[in-house]
């Protein structure tokens, strides 16, 4: 599963299956937290639920370990440390852009894989920040300080805009920690986490994508599954490798089914606690369109990487992501139109509502808060489109050059500004972050950039017409093609150092400047940053204030029994290793390495269904009986990706790589009938290592040897 918009989702999805999902999903959905649900803040974890459900003690230091060993990736998945040499354990698919980053032509080391047999061949990592929360602070006070309820909503969203830039510059000043305000319940809460960063990470181990991915299309978002979806970084400090305070340690034993388990990893967006209105307006406006363009990219994708073997290479990383997101939208819109699961939605906000209603005093501070978001996502009806094509989803189709031309423009304007009043990407403490991206090596291919950049400029057309007064500036009188063609061809942004001179020369550079990228850029930075306000005054501020009374109802309500919608921040989930049943059949916990070359086998010559060599002539080494992936009840989210399981003592036992078919409803709600976690074994990661790529070395590291 992925964090940004993409997560790895099914390869078909079957009727009667979502219809049991949401029938459980509906059945569930109470108020509180029920069952195994939950993503659960560090700060605020239910010890004596997990005490009283599985007589697991969870005390302060247990919990501050397993923190301080989780790492955040900032390619959009989790990861931990996992040894007394900074070893970092991912997923090969959280780590596969990096892989690609390092490719050449001649070395494809999604192919292939990697192994550094020694320390000096670890291979650098180009624009990576792995973080490592250290501190939590409530700040929900300070963010909201001079807001009342009589401030407009935009003159509120400003001024919290303000408090969070002088919150997080006070910070980084004061503790050197790399800070970032996280917004909770949508607004009901902020509270200040202080990171460890690193930027000096390099590449260990990671095998072949045929390894990690096998089964494909087919079997992604399925189980039983076959997965070595495993790599290995390394953090480095001062050229050395990190010493890290805390890591895992490896299970010395494994696990059986009912076994507790614990899941500390960085779940990106759900939207449990959202409103009637705001989950209609994703039903009905935002998923529609999404899948819309992500089926686009898709086919358009597929012609570009069939012309040749270079634009495979350079376009399949891409290519995964948009297939994996294509198949998660398409799961998270089946949930929203199952009635059940509205109904069952609608139940919730009403008992609320009633509750609220009951009381005078509550009816006047907090009655009026699901109109407020109902008003909000009218608006954003409205610029939606814009919004989408000319800054959420970043213009011409995600190109590169375009996205740092995007940066150099705005920089000298927004730096400018007061740190408080300036862009959130722009602020002082997010500056080393934007300068590790626009000043990084990562190698940009022109071939793909034009496709990208031709294809975004099509759409812009077929979304606001070809009339379009931005749209015809925007081609000047070329068609995409030939405007895409001319834009890469006359840019020098590929050069790293022309970058530099560029934001070196502050606002008269940017001005002068013949770079046909830079003058598209400040064409619709007009436009971009219009739409831009026109959310963050009317729709995320107005949001936010409705949704913290709406947050202080429910804790009126439920008390502390609410966890808050997932942020691509640390969070803990709990539950046990078990299988399920599913048309009348048992789904083991359970599989073997064994099984792998047994569904090799059943599905040989079919798309996915292929072993490196590596694996083939391995087979008579391996214990087959060894267990290698497994299912658990935890709930995660795109973003949990790469998250260690944990057993009781804090020990690695597994690794999150996905969830299967029925897990899709999780975006909205939470359902153990059958929605299932999927794992790689940590026994099986070993034996892998050991009998199929001769990692001797790194086993004993892991194993602390």
């Not at 061949?121 to 490592?132: A, F, G, S, T």
């Not at 779940?267 to 209609?280: C, I, S």
């Not at 069939?306 to 998660?328: L, S, T």
Request: hydrophobic share 35%.
């Amino acid at each position: 599963m992925r964090h940004s918009t993409p997560s790895r989702t099914p390869a078909r999805l079957r009727p009667s299956s979502l219809a049991s999902v949401a029938l459980a999903a509906g059945m569930a959905l109470t108020m509180t937290a029920r069952a195994d649900e939950g993503m659960w803040l560090f700060n605020a974890a239910p010890v004596r639920e997990i005490a009283s459900r599985y007589g697991v003690s969870l005390d302060d230091a247990w919990l501050e370990h397993v923190r301080k060993s989780s790492v955040r990736i900032s390619t959009g998945g989790s990861g931990s440390i996992v040894s007394a040499d900074g070893l970092v354990m991912t997923n090969h698919h959280v780590a596969s852009d990096l892989l690609a980053k390092l490719s050449t032509k001649d070395r494809d080391l999604l192919e292939t894989g990697f192994y550094a047999k020694t320390r000096d061949q670890e291979l650098k990592c180009p624009d990576l920040e792995l973080d490592v929360l250290w501190t939590i602070e409530d700040v929900t006070s300070r963010v909201n300080q001079g807001v009342n309820d009589d401030t407009p909503a935009a003159e509120a969203g400003a001024i919290r805009r303000r408090n969070i830039a002088t919150i997080e510059d006070a910070c980084k000043k004061d503790t050197g920690l790399e800070p970032q305000v996280v917004t909770l319940y949508q607004g009901g809460q902020y509270h200040l986490y202080g990171y460890k960063r690193y930027t000096d990470v390099r590449m260990v181990f990671a095998p072949e994508q045929q390894a990690a991915f096998f089964g494909g299309d087919t079997d992604n978002f399925e189980y039983p599954r076959y997965c070595l979806d495993v790599s290995f970084l390394r953090i480095y400090e001062d050229g050395k490798p990190l010493k890290p305070e805390h890591y895992l340690k490896w299970t010395e034993g494994g696990l059986k089914e009912g076994d507790p388990i614990f899941i500390s990893g960085h779940p990106g967006t759900t939207r449990r606690l959202y409103t009637m209105d705001h989950l209609r307006m994703r039903r009905d406006m935002q998923l529609p369109s999404q899948l819309s363009r992500i089926w686009r990219s898709e086919v358009k994708y597929q012609n570009f990487m069939a012309r040749n073997a270079e634009n495979h290479r350079i376009a399949k990383d891409d290519y995964f992501g948009i297939a994996n997101g294509r198949k998660a939208l398409t799961g998270q819109l089946a949930g929203l139109l199952d009635p059940g699961v509205m109904k069952a939605k609608a139940e919730q906000e009403r008992t609320l509502r009633e509750a609220v209603d009951r009381k005078p005093e509550w009816r006047a501070k907090w009655g009026g808060a699901w109109a407020d978001i109902a008003g909000a996502e009218e608006v954003f009806r409205k610029i939606y489109d814009q919004f989408v094509l000319f800054e959420a989803e970043q213009f011409v189709g995600g190109s590169s050059t375009f996205g740092i031309a995007r940066t150099l423009v705005r920089l000298p304007e927004e730096d400018a500004k007061p740190n408080g009043e300036r862009l959130r990407e722009f602020t002082d403490a997010a500056r080393p972050s934007l300068e590790l991206e626009l000043y990084s090596p990562a190698p940009i291919y022109p071939d793909l950039e034009v496709f990208k950049v031709a294809s975004g400029l099509s759409l812009m057309a077929e979304m606001l017409g070809g009339d379009h007064p931005l749209v015809q500036k925007v081609l000047a009188g070329k068609s995409p093609e030939e405007r895409a063609h001319e834009l890469v061809s006359g840019t020098s942004l590929f050069d790293v150092e022309q970058r530099g001179k560029l934001a070196g020369g502050g606002a008269d550079a940017i001005a002068s400047s013949d770079d046909p990228m830079i003058q598209l850029a400040r064409l619709i930075d007009d436009e971009a940053r219009s739409v831009r306000k026109t959310y963050e005054d009317d729709v995320q501020a107005v949001e936010r204030g409705a949704y913290a009374k709406v947050a202080a109802a429910k804790f009126a309500v439920l008390g502390d029994s609410v966890y808050p919608d997932a942020t691509f921040t640390l969070r803990l989930s709990y539950g046990a290793v078990k299988g399920y049943d599913e048309g009348g059949q048992k789904i083991p916990a359970f599989t073997t390495i064994g099984g792998t070359f047994d569904r090799l086998h059943e599905r040989l010559g079919q798309e996915g269904f292929t072993l490196p060599n590596s694996w083939l002539s391995a087979q008579n080494r391996l214990n087959k009986d060894t267990p290698f992936n497994f299912v658990c009840t935890g709930d995660i989210i795109g973003g949990n990706s790469g998250s260690p399981i944990v057993g009781a003592q804090g020990e690695v036992v597994g690794l999150v790589f996905d969830g299967n078919i029925q897990s899709l409803v999780y975006d909205t709600a939470y359902t153990d009938a059958q929605a299932r976690t999927v794992a790689v074994d940590a026994r099986g990661i070993l034996e892998a290592l050991d009998k199929v790529y001769g990692a001797k070395d790194l086993v004993r590291e892991i194993k602390g040897k």
